[in-house]
């Protein structure tokens, strides 16, 4: 079964951002039906799930412009959630003023400042001023609140809809490949069953302080033929001596050559936890075929 295809009993998803932030456009593509539950921050998110406002948290992980999510590292391994799935969202700019403005009359743009960097061509093209905001969804808000039509915000198509703006032009995004990758977490891991294709695991591990560790943890995946799709290392508690890493690998646990490379980490490992076993998006599919296209 695959999780972004399934069409469970609608639900409430929680994600970090104002409505018509994009990881609201996720919830709503990657759940169609279900209530979306914003948040101030991702420990928010995750709480909402443990308490039960929510019974899904929406996790933006990495992008493929700004790199990983720093929160979410030092949040994930204790949060004491499962991830059951991921969701690939594009990030399409769309400038959008308040009704009536045209292109024209927009002298500044409002928007997060990783946004802010990803439109240099427009600002440059339409001679605009930039003004750094909280996130895109909140700049949509306060455009509208503004009825400035010197004013624009650039954000997601879906902020453009809740906030009664008008798109002026949309993918005003500098590269087209802007793709945000977020986990589906819940209080209940649902694992898919050994042996599907396209099953990808997340741990979570520290090696011991000893030579060669780290080398014989990953050995252990390349001589079972187990292939990583993501490999990340973070400081742990600030300290420059202690660092973790999380690991993205394709397969099931309970398949024989994961369930060695598993043990040979565990082994090699001070501490290791599984963060979730769960299907991969179709999405992989399709860029992997783009590329070798």
């Known amino acids: 079964m695959n999780v972004e295809s399934s069409t469970p009993p609608a639900g409430t998803i929680a994600f970090q951002g104002r409505p018509g932030a994009y990881s609201d456009l996720a919830c709503r593509q990657a759940r169609p039906g279900w209530a979306?539950?914003?948040?101030?921050?991702?420990?928010?998110?995750?709480?909402?799930?443990?308490?039960?406002?929510?019974?899904?948290?929406?996790?933006?992980?990495?992008?493929?412009?700004?790199?990983?999510?720093?929160?979410?590292?030092?949040?994930?391994?204790?949060?004491?959630?499962?991830?059951?799935?991921?969701?690939?969202?594009?990030?399409?700019h769309c400038l959008m003023g308040v009704p009536g403005a045209r292109l024209s009359d927009v002298r500044r743009v409002h928007t997060h400042p990783v946004a802010m960097a990803q439109i240099r061509g427009i600002i440059g093209e339409l001679?605009?001023?930039?003004?750094?905001?909280?996130?895109?969804?909140?700049?949509?808000?306060?455009?509208?609140q503004w009825g400035n039509s010197e004013d624009a915000?650039?954000?997601?198509?879906?902020?453009?809809?809740?906030?009664?703006?008008?798109?002026?032009?949309?993918?005003?995004?500098?590269?087209?490949?802007?793709?945000?990758?977020?986990?589906?977490?819940?209080?209940?891991?649902l694992r898919p069953a050994p042996g599907q294709a396209g099953t990808l695991t997340t741990v979570l591990f520290r090696?011991?302080?000893?030579?060669?560790?780290?080398?014989?943890?990953?050995?252990?995946?390349?001589?079972?033929?187990?292939?990583?799709?993501?490999?990340?290392?973070?400081?742990?508690?600030g300290s420059f001596a202690a660092t973790q890493f999380l690991l993205d690998v394709e397969g099931h646990p309970d398949d024989p050559a994961l369930g060695r490379a598993l043990a040979e980490l565990a082994f090699f490992s001070e501490v290791s936890t599984i963060l979730g076993v769960y299907p991969g998006s179709p999405?992989?599919?399709?860029?992997?075929?783009?590329?070798?296209g």
């Not at 996790?59 to 991830?83: F, K, M, T, W």
């Not at 943890?217 to 079972?224: K, P, Q």
């Not at 999405?283 to 070798?292: H, S």
């Open 283 to 292: 999405f992989r599919r399709t860029a992997e075929q783009g590329a070798a």
């Open 36 to 92: 979306t539950l914003p948040c101030v921050t991702f420990a928010d998110a995750i709480a909402a799930v443990h308490d039960g406002r929510a019974d899904l948290a929406m996790l933006a992980c990495e992008n493929s412009l700004a790199g990983r999510v720093p929160d979410i590292h030092a949040l994930l391994p204790q949060a004491g959630l499962y991830i059951i799935g991921e969701h690939f969202q594009r990030v399409e």
């Open 153 to 189: 915000a650039v954000a997601s198509s879906l902020a453009a809809e809740l906030n009664g703006l008008t798109i002026l032009r949309r993918n005003v995004e500098d590269a087209a490949h802007n793709t945000t990758r977020f986990y589906i977490a819940s209080r209940e891991a």
């Open 127 to 144: 001679d605009l001023t930039p003004v750094v905001e909280f996130d895109t969804a909140g700049a949509a808000e306060l455009v509208a």
């Open 207 to 237: 090696v011991r302080n000893a030579a060669g560790a780290l080398y014989k943890v990953l050995g252990g995946f390349a001589t079972n033929g187990v292939n990583m799709t993501r490999l990340e290392s973070y400081m742990l508690d």
